[in-house]
């Protein structure tokens, strides 16, 4: 296949995938406990799948087949990043004549609330109360039976009950740089922006497209062109940057800054995926 065709493929691929995104993206994120993190997981579901459709002569059912996809990659990265409560096994043990009747009071939880609950728990409550799937199409996603999801269900819906605790950071240095780096965007001033890029910078338009180097600079071409303001908040405990689009009062999408000294190391900018802000825990970070 050749790149004008793999190109046309992929963004064939992306419409047929639109629809089901978000909520791919609203259970990644849950189950990780970030926005971020969940989009990443996202970008290597459907990498994984346009991979696969390549390589078969059927289309299997598409969300069900997309969600098992994601529950697997989620896995593996909670397990590569180090993160507690991975075992997909865990407290795994059948309770007999376990209720698995939607509770309201769940789906209202905030984002890091699911963090307290062990990973095979976290998963069940979330496919279950927060996405609405059967007990059956969660047992699907989840490689388990009926009985383990209500079982699962049971104790992640009582923890989640007995509540949780997160701490803030400061970050005055970083605050520092972002807030400098907001008010430079706000001013419009991109040539002022382009000397802060690094020899090494890395731009990551989230699922557009990456640039590197001096590259970067270009990026602010098209801001020049358009109504979008910036204010640093915290969001899920780090600093980072919400991105209002023609005097919104509620963020459009985030942009989130590395800076190695005083250079920018990295941009993520994810002006395309604005579904995450649905999900996003945001704070005022002077609160």
């Known amino acids: 296949m050749n790149p004008v065709s793999l190109s046309n493929a992929r963004e064939e691929f992306l419409t047929l995938v639109a629809d089901i995104r978000p909520e791919l993206h609203r259970y990644s994120a849950r189950l990780t ?5 969940g989009e990443d997981i996202v970008q290597d579901t459907l990498a994984k799948a346009f991979y696969a459709l390549a390589m078969s002569t059927e289309v299997p ?52 609330r699911f963090l307290t609950l062990p990973v095979i ?3 069940a409550v979330i496919l279950k109360d927060v996405l609405g799937h059967s007990l059956e199409d969660t047992a699907k996603t989840m490689e388990t039976t009926v009985m383990a999801v209500k079982a699962a269900l049971v104790r992640g819906r009582a923890k989640l009950r007995e509540g949780s605790e997160s701490e803030v950071v400061d970050e005055g240095a970083r605050r520092a740089q972002l807030d400098r ?29 990456q640039r590197k180097g001096k590259a970067v600079g270009l990026y602010y071409t098209n801001y020049a062109k358009q109504d979008v303001s910036v204010r640093v908040v915290r969001l ?34 994810f002006r395309y995926v604005p579904y995450i802000v649905a999900e996003a825990d945001v704070f005022d970070p002077d609160v």
């Open 61 to 112: 059912p598409l969300r069900p087949w997309l969600f098992k996809i994601a529950h697997n990659a989620a896995i593996d990265f909670l397990k590569a990043h180090g993160k507690r409560l991975t075992d997909p096994h865990a407290e795994m043990a059948d309770v007999a004549g376990a209720v698995a009747d939607v509770d309201p009071y769940v789906m209202r939880l905030a984002l890091t």
């Open 121 to 123: 728990q976290r998963s």
């Open 33 to 37: 406990g970030s926005v971020i993190d």
């Open 236 to 269: 899920e405990g780090r600093l980072a940057l919400a991105a209002h689009v023609a005097g919104a009062a509620v963020p459009s999408y985030f942009m989130l800054l590395e800076y190695a000294g005083d250079e920018l190391r990295l941009i993520r900018d």
């Open 181 to 209: 780096y907001a008010s430079m965007f706000n001013a419009k001033d991109w040539e002022g922006l382009r000397a802060l890029i690094g020899e090494d910078c890395r731009l990551d338009l989230v699922s557009k497209s």
